[in-house]
């Protein structure tokens, strides 16, 4: 595992995670009830994962996570239609866990803008 791990969350979402300390959400209309675990990825994959399924969203949160402070297992898993590795969090996601938690701009094509959380 990588020092830090990422999940983009809906602003409301997250928001309502702070009444329960914990976020629950696997990824765009599914609970992690529903999917069994709450979606994440590495640095490298955020940016495909935006363009994919949250292009022209204004209401996106980045949240960098410590994966340390998750108390739950973390098990990557084999996408079958890429055949990539994604690491998938099995329960909830304690908000302290959560180590920063970004807004992200869109960009003039309607892409999230962020570059400048993974710029070196």
Excluded: C, K, N
């Excluded at 791990?5 to 009444?19: E, K, R, S, V, Y």
């Excluded at 209309?29 to 590495?42: A, D, S």
């Excluded at 969203?57 to 990557?76: H, K, M, S």
């Amino acid at each position: 595992m990588t020092d830090r791990l990422f999940h983009l969350a809906l602003a409301d979402a997250w928001a309502g995670a702070f009444a329960t300390g914990e976020y629950r959400e696997s990824t765009l209309g599914r609970t992690l009830e529903e999917q069994g675990f709450i979606h994440m990825g590495y640095a490298h994959q955020v940016q495909g994962v935006a363009d994919a399924f949250y292009r022209g969203r204004d209401d996106v949160i980045l949240l960098a996570i410590d994966p340390a402070r998750v108390g739950v297992e973390i098990r990557e898993d084999v996408d079958p239609a890429s055949g990539e590795s994604y690491p998938h969090l099995y329960g909830p996601l304690p908000v302290t866990a959560v180590v920063a938690a970004h807004p992200v701009e869109l960009l003039p094509d309607g892409r999230l803008h962020l570059e400048p959380f993974f710029a070196s």
